[in-house]
């Protein structure tokens, strides 16, 4: 049986270069679509490590380089609001300027070889424990690392403990 031109032209399937064309713009589309996702997803994650990373920096304090400290000293550190304690074995403690009874900054008394609090009168020695109440617990502390001989502080976190321990202090 034969058509006329005009019902062939009409039953005529759609031609195969211009299906695969389609195809192929379909598949670079659908390609550009998932590099973008994962683009931003990647973004997303490296900016919230950078961001952590960042907010570690920031609770950083660099306290010097350890032969700076003699052994028996206290120094204050007042960008980290701490002092850096040199104990007599050569250990190293970093303790807060806080008094632990009402939050007063306590001074170190050279002369007293003690922390005195002005508010109530509580001393504490270099290790930071209580020599006189009314507080009743050590000052807090904060994490030292030594780097190549240089004394880093973490100040993101004061730690409570209930006494002194050596493990709360690094030595080299
Ligand atoms: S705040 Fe230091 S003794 Fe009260």
Redesign the pocket.
Known sequence: MKHSPVLEKQIQPEKPRRRTFFAWLWGILLSVAFLEIGWVVGTIFKSRKQREETKRALHLVEAGMIQNYEPGTVSAVPEGQFYMCCLNDGSFIALSRN?T????S?PWDEKKQTFV?P????TFDQTGKVLTP??IRPLDYFPVRIENGLLRVDISTPLKRQAFDPSQTVRM
């Open positions: 008094c009874h009402l939050g007063c306590v609090c508010c109530h009168g509580s009314p507080a």
